[in-house]
């Protein structure tokens, strides 16, 4: 493989003797969604092709979209977003009927560029109905060894850490990754009904030496130690599944029936870096309008702006069938498996960089 595989300031990709550097990065990419799809379709799963223009591109806080409109022949303009993810999509099929489906999705994020992030990207994403979440831990586990068997490789490497992708993935709760890592009672901070108590939480940060602003709320100081201690240690010889996310933080996902504080979320990681993301989702049409009013507010507060909800959707999920979803940056799947250092070096025609 190439050495970096990096584009350069001064070496446009499309340059001869740059794609040839990147080229072995862009064919086992294509090997690797070859026996995805393969895979998917062996499970009997149906691929579909969402639409990437939406009248919500989705109500997260942190969320950045690309904004446009329609304009008639008449000359009527109407607000429309390109989506981060095809999600409201696959869950409006799924109350059409579909019961197993999947769609590599081109998705689009704002305010996102480095060597894990991209304008746009390709997301896998795929949905069962009728079955747990934690098979979706399974499926992961899959999608890992294919990749690698697709890409010729028996490790996952990006940055010094390396990954057995053929061994099962370690399996840890938020509130033990917490304890483990930082010293930290999460579970402490949260009420029976799921309410947050930033206090609480705030005084684990300071004995953990964790610094933190006055005005952070409790899903700022979540997000502290969650970057500054937890991420590091995930993924290091195989990968991690951290599940049981605080309700709090899990706007799409259904609660635990275990435990109302936490919900039936995971995120996959694999050399310290997060590959995908898994709900238990939620169908309670009312509860998800509060949610992403809460989330929208919270949009407005930090960066001064706010997305509309879907209406459609919320229609949608009232007769909505009770399912599991995972969505996996497969761009980055493709890095660890190739070795690729930048996320640009395994997209065939990577977006323009901005002017300097």
Known sequence: MPRSGSTSDRSPWWEPQVHADRRPFLLARNRIQAGLRAHFHGEDFIEIDPAALQA????????????????????????????????????????????????????????????????????????????????????????????????????????????????????????????????????????????????????????????????DTWSDLFSRVLVEKIEPNLGLERSTILCEYPAAEAALARPSPNDPRVAERFELYACGVELANAFGELTDAVEQRRRFEHEMAEKARIYGDSYPIDEDFLRALQGMPQASGAALGFDRLVMLATGASRIDAVMWAPVAEPPQ
Not at 60 to 75: M, R
Not at 124 to 147: G, I, P, S, T
Not at 162 to 173: G, L, M, N, Q, Y
Not at 179 to 197: K, V, Y
Request: charged letters at 30%; a negative charge.
């Open 56 to 215: 919500s591109p989705g109500n997260e806080t942190h969320l950045h979209a690309f904004a446009t409109e329609a304009v008639t022949i008449d000359g009527l303009r109407s607000p429309l977003y390109l989506h981060t993810s095809p999600e409201f999509a696959c869950k409006k099929l799924l109350t059409a009927g579909e019961r197993r489906i999947f769609s590599f999705a081109h998705v689009y994020r704002n305010r996102e560029r480095g060597p894990l992030h991209h304008p746009e990207f390709t997301m896998l994403e795929w949905y069962r109905v009728d079955e747990d979440y934690r098979k979706l831990m399974d499926d992961c586990a899959d999608l890992l060894a294919l990749a690698a068997e697709a890409a010729g490789t028996r490790r996952f490497s990006y940055r010094g850490a390396s990954v057995d992708p053929f061994a099962e993935p370690e399996r840890i709760t938020l509130a033990e990754a917490f304890h483990r890592f930082a010293g930290i009672d999460l579970l402490a901070s949260i009420t029976d009904d799921g309410q947050t108590d930033r206090e609480q939480l705030a005084d684990g940060l300071v004995q953990a030496g964790i610094r933190f602003a006055d005005d």
